[in-house]
């Protein structure tokens, strides 16, 4: 799955760059196969359905010119779910996500700090807020983009025109890197003002972080405590 996901956003560059409708259609499909991965080896019969029927639309795209607004989805749909992920812990009384996912990295026995809680809030609404901003400025590239942009198919003349290839830069790399920049300077910042939660270093704090980060992921959004989550863990 991770080699099919790092080699969309290649795919989809080349096909913007080299205008290749065969490419574009190419890096849909490595997409659709990543997302559909887990259930195809299962095997599912509905995911086998839906394999077909997703290689059946992007054939129809590519046929007729269609491919180029798919590619604009990914991206806002991508940054705009990260951020939906983490503001909704964020209201009704929930446990923000950052805290939760801290209280899986919390060692058994190992005291709290105070201070992390209202840190935690507040980085998971800066988590929020980045990834809602980097979807908008991918939707407003994709929307004048030129010239297989949204507006244009929709004919629409747009306000200001955008190179294609001005688009996919930003929205398969440039984004990408501002996501991994945030990280880094987060994890700076948290190393100088919480040594004792980053005394690991940088790359034993990621593979900590990839560990858990599936199962918060497959917890259900409720009011529970952190400290009831890292008991289950």
């Given at each position: 799955?991770?080699?099919?996901?790092?080699?969309?956003?290649?795919?989809?560059?080349?096909?913007?760059?080299?205008?290749?409708?065969?490419?574009?259609?190419?890096?849909?499909?490595?997409?659709?196969?990543?997302?559909?991965?887990?259930?195809?080896?299962?095997?599912?019969?509905?995911?086998?359905?839906?394999?077909?029927?997703?290689?059946?639309?992007i054939?129809?795209?590519?046929?007729?010119?269609?491919?180029?607004?798919?590619?604009?989805?990914?991206?806002?749909?991508?940054?705009w779910?990260?951020?939906?992920?983490?503001?909704?812990?964020?209201?009704?009384?929930?446990?923000?996500?950052?805290?939760?996912i801290?209280?899986?990295?919390?060692?058994?026995?190992?005291?709290?700090?105070?201070?992390?809680?209202?840190?935690?809030?507040?980085?998971?609404?800066?988590?929020?807020?980045?990834?809602?901003?980097?979807?908008?400025?991918?939707?407003?590239?994709?929307?004048?983009a030129?010239?297989?942009?949204?507006?244009?198919?929709?004919?629409?003349?747009?306000?200001?025109?955008?190179?294609e290839?001005?688009?996919?830069?930003?929205?398969?790399?440039?984004?990408?890197?501002?996501?991994?920049?945030?990280?880094?300077?987060?994890?700076?910042?948290?190393?100088?003002?919480?040594?004792?939660?980053?005394?690991?270093?940088?790359?034993?704090?990621?593979?900590?972080?990839?560990?858990?980060?599936?199962?918060?992921?497959?917890?259900?959004?409720?009011?529970?405590?952190?400290e009831?989550?890292?008991?289950?863990?």
């Amino acid at each position: 799955m991770l080699a099919l996901a790092a080699c969309y956003p290649l795919l989809a560059h080349l096909a913007v760059t080299a205008r290749s409708p065969a490419l574009g259609a190419a890096s849909l499909a490595v997409l659709a196969a990543a997302a559909l991965l887990p259930a195809l080896a299962r095997p599912s019969a509905a995911a086998w359905l839906a394999a077909g029927a997703i290689a059946a639309l992007i054939a129809l795209a590519e046929r007729r010119s269609w491919v180029w607004l798919p590619l604009y989805a990914p991206s806002v749909a991508g940054d705009w779910a990260g951020a939906f992920l983490f503001g909704r812990t964020l209201i009704g009384g929930r446990t923000p996500l950052v805290e939760r996912i801290i209280s899986l990295l919390r060692a058994p026995g190992e005291s709290r700090d105070p201070r992390i809680a209202a840190y935690a809030r507040r980085l998971t609404g800066a988590w929020a807020a980045v990834l809602g901003a980097l979807g908008l400025v991918s939707l407003a590239l994709a929307l004048c983009a030129t010239p297989h942009g949204i507006l244009l198919a929709l004919g629409i003349a747009p306000p200001l025109r955008v190179a294609e290839r001005t688009w996919s830069l930003y929205a398969n790399f440039v984004e990408y890197l501002i996501a991994i920049a945030f990280f880094a300077g987060e994890y700076a910042f948290r190393h100088r003002h919480f040594p004792e939660r980053s005394s690991a270093g940088l790359v034993a704090f990621v593979r900590r972080l990839s560990a858990v980060v599936p199962r918060i992921l497959a917890e259900p959004v409720d009011r529970d405590k952190p400290e009831r989550l890292r008991e289950q863990a």
